[in-house]
């Protein structure tokens, strides 16, 4: 199906579009890098493809070290492809809608410190629901460096309390993370005193759900980030990225090699991963070249 709509999309462009012979090419290309992406996440259809498919894409080439001028020009590839199969009623909805480019200046990802980690940690307090939820997200992110979508479609059957596991990501391509014991407790809990009290929908098989007992949302899981990031007073913007940044970049300073990082992380090249391994790189260099009594 991929195969029959891109060659369809490629004699568009050539014909009714006009478009010359290199943009048909970078077209094209982003389209069949996308193609292979999606693939990685158990997902056979364009027709299939969802919001969040499109803002994890993204997310992927600006973690990949894709330039600015790269991202931008993938978008647009992007946009332009899913509005023509919204045209032809191959799509519901255009995912890429409301997706915007990077800014040209590429900023260093946001890393917490351990001691800053561990007071963003300690900020829910569980003596309700709301606290012993928000606990075991916070551990959960920083212990298995999940994505957003990715958390919010855990199930309970996609965690093993006693093995000390979670699985996270689509179908075939999931990958098993283990997690420290303090994260199985927090979801332990979680579980126990405050999950199972909420009146939930018959058959509800998310792991996270809100207070009216249903699936927790992306929106619900970033107000409820920034709630903790402002009683930390630390002043800085802590995303669920900037939990997954900080962890990779913890483990690799404490040792870790850069295919357990990439494993845990579910990087699907070895690129993603050694970005963080050059931006310590570059954090040893700056601070020789600022003490060494001959820098």
């Not at 193609?35 to 996440?41: D, N």
């Not at 007071?119 to 003596?127: A, E, G, I």
């Not at 075991?136 to 992110?141: D, G, K, S, T, V």
């Amino acid at each position: 199906m991929q195969v029959q709509q891109l060659r369809k999309y490629e004699v568009y462009l050539r014909g009714a579009k006009g478009a010359s012979e290199n943009t048909v090419e970078a077209y094209m290309r982003d389209l069949r890098r996308f193609g292979e992406w999606l693939g990685t996440r158990g997902v056979r259809s364009f027709s299939a493809v969802k919001p969040e498919h499109a803002s994890d894409y993204i997310t992927y080439l600006a973690e990949s070290g894709k330039s600015p001028s790269t991202i931008t020009r993938t978008l647009a590839s992007l946009k332009c492809f899913f509005a023509y199969l919204w045209s032809a009623g191959k799509c519901s909805l255009n995912p890429f809608d409301g997706i915007t480019p990077p800014k040209a200046e590429k900023k260093q990802p946001m890393i917490l410190t351990s001691d800053e980690v561990e007071l963003l940690l300690s900020q829910p307090k569980p003596v309700d629901f709301k606290g012993y939820r928000d606990r075991a997200i916070l551990e959960l992110l920083y212990a298995a460096g999940v994505r957003v979508s990715e958390l919010i479609a855990m199930d309970l059957s996609d965690v093993n309390l006693n093995a000390g596991f979670v699985r996270a990501g689509e179908s075939e391509h999931g990958r098993m993370i283990p997690i420290y014991s303090s994260a199985v407790t927090a979801i332990s809990d979680y579980l126990k005193c405050a999950r199972s009290k909420i009146a939930v929908m018959p058959g509800e098989t998310a792991l996270f759900v809100n207070s009216g007992g249903t699936r927790m949302t992306r929106q619900g899981l970033w107000k409820i980030l920034k709630k903790y990031q402002e009683q930390t007073k630390l002043g800085k913007d802590i995303t669920p990225q900037t939990l997954r940044h900080s962890l990779a970049t913890h483990m690799l300073q404490n040792g870790a090699d850069l295919g357990t990082v990439q494993e845990i992380l579910g990087h699907t090249d070895k690129a993603s991963t050694q970005f963080y391994a050059q931006m310590l790189m570059r954090g040893l260099r700056d601070a020789y070249n600022r003490y060494h009594p001959r820098a």
